[in-house]
């Protein structure tokens, strides 16, 4: 943010230019935006056939969509799914992280373990998901946990691993229990960390509800796209698109806006 | 830490690699076939696939379908952000619907893509393409903004040709964060390349999976996962290599 303002305000534009509402960054964007509106529904007018989804169309349906009781409590269901499987991972993925980066022998035994399921695309595993939870919401949310809990324990085991040692030995003089440099030393410092970590499990639970909802047909926003869709209702099923980009969108916000609010003094990269 | 604790680090790694196996067959032996296979039976269905040559076709299906997509992302979405690096008025305008669409979980588009392009090869290499390029053209915008107006106001106060200032400025300043964007791609494309294979045309290791579950033959699903596995690591370390590689070009950033 801070590099921008710098490059804006040194950018050798002349003055006269600068301060034309041309110019202004606002009314680019709103501009590019109509822009890429306007090329969406004449590429889809010009050539594809009438079921396939553009803004005007979208634009129709929106209200009637919005407000349909089966819609909401999709968007519900499958918004409550990541939230479930978040906070599971988050309890579950911080214990296993701070372990093992605390106490070495959970590391090594761990390691390859946790850092291969990390690299693992969590879809591949849905099959198995299914043939232990059966076709219902539990498998849902199984996936989501698989998605989200490694990213979260494997960013809480740097964290932990970073804390600085002088903090460390500052509470051991202290006599400060385990459980106090746990709660006042550890977690706080590697906050940060649990942060960066939790913004990847958060797109990787979305992404691992919806592809949960296609593959086991149960209610949410994603199995709504699938039907939706496969009835040739292109416009309905991308409004629950609208709504999972928002929710991307916005957990990407939160995360960055909690950051810079109270973690001013961690590193930026 | 000296050579006992170097030691030390290696028995409990083997032994460790040791309880999972251990693990793994007991767990197999113990519950219903359709649940888990131990691994021996796992090991011996990795065999035959690979002795039959399924493993390599499929293998080699994938791949295909993952480079296609993957260096696709690459070939448009390096020139792309570079492009935007340099011109700065488009930049602000598609800044933040790039960082929109690096935040859409694109997995929600494969329902459209299929009952649009059907079953095919270019619809799963679009899928690929869509998961891995916005990493590559966001991160490389996200470079862009932090590049100096120094360096281009330096090189256009010495008359450098607008080839010579892409080649030695703009460049070289934006590659460490586009091949940041290419170790977020390269992982986010393999997601993409098991989504594709699962839900549009049955193919490679997504298919070995889709069929190892419904013909209820878990040592063979379980032997196709394990694959992906080990194709996932090997991708991320790969991944992290080449970031490394140009992290060093970074070096003067406070």
Known sequence: ?269 | MGSEARWARYATVIVSLLVGAAVWEVAGRYTSDAFWATLSSTLRSLFDLLHSGVLMRQVASSFQLYLSGLSLAILVGAPAGMLLARVRWLRVALENYIMMLYATPMVALIPFILSMMGFGFAPKVLVVFLFAVFPILYNTVEGARSIRPELIEVAQSFRSSEWRLWFDVMIPYTLPFTMTGIRQAIARGLVGMVAAEFFLSPSGLGQMIMMGSQNFDTAGMLAAILIIVLLGVGLMDLGRYIENRFAAWRGYKP
């Open chain 1, 1 to 269: 943010m801070t590099a921008q303002t710098v490059a804006a305000a040194r950018s050798p534009v002349p003055d006269a230019e600068r301060s034309s509402w041309v110019t202004s960054p606002l009314f680019l964007k709103i501009a590019a935006g109509i822009v890429l509106l306007l090329i969406w529904e004449g590429v889809v007018r010009a050539f594809a056939p009438g079921y396939v989804a553009k803004p005007s169309g979208i634009v129709r349906v929106f209200a009637a969509v919005i407000s349909d009781r089966q819609f909401l409590s999709a968007a519900g269901q499958t918004l409550s799914a990541v939230l479930i499987g978040l906070l599971i991972s988050i309890v579950f993925g911080t214990a296993v992280g701070f372990a093992m980066g605390r106490i070495n022998v959970v590391e090594r035994g761990l390691r390859y373990y946790v850092n291969s399921l990390f690299a693992t695309p969590m879809i591949a595993i849905l099959p198995l998901v299914t043939l232990w939870f059966g076709y219902n919401a539990d498998a849902r949310l199984a996936v989501v946990v698989f998605a989200a809990f490694f990213s979260i324990s494997t960013n809480a085991c740097d964290g932990a691993r970073s804390v600085p040692l002088e903090y460390l030995e500052v509470a051991q003089s202290f006599r400060a229990r385990p459980f106090q440099t746990l709660f006042d030393i550890i977690f706080p410092s590697s906050l940060p960390y649990l942060l960066a970590g939790l913004r990847l499990a958060a797109g990787r639970a979305l992404v691992g509800a919806v592809v949960a909802e296609f593959f086991v047909s149960i209610p949410g926003l994603g199995y709504y796209i699938l039907y939706n869709s496969r009835t040739f209702k292109h416009n309905e099923a991308f409004i629950a698109v609208i709504v999972l980009v928002a929710v991307g969108v916005s957990f990407e916000a939160l995360i960055n806006w909690l950051t810079r609010r109270y973690l001013p003094w961690a590193r930026r990269d």
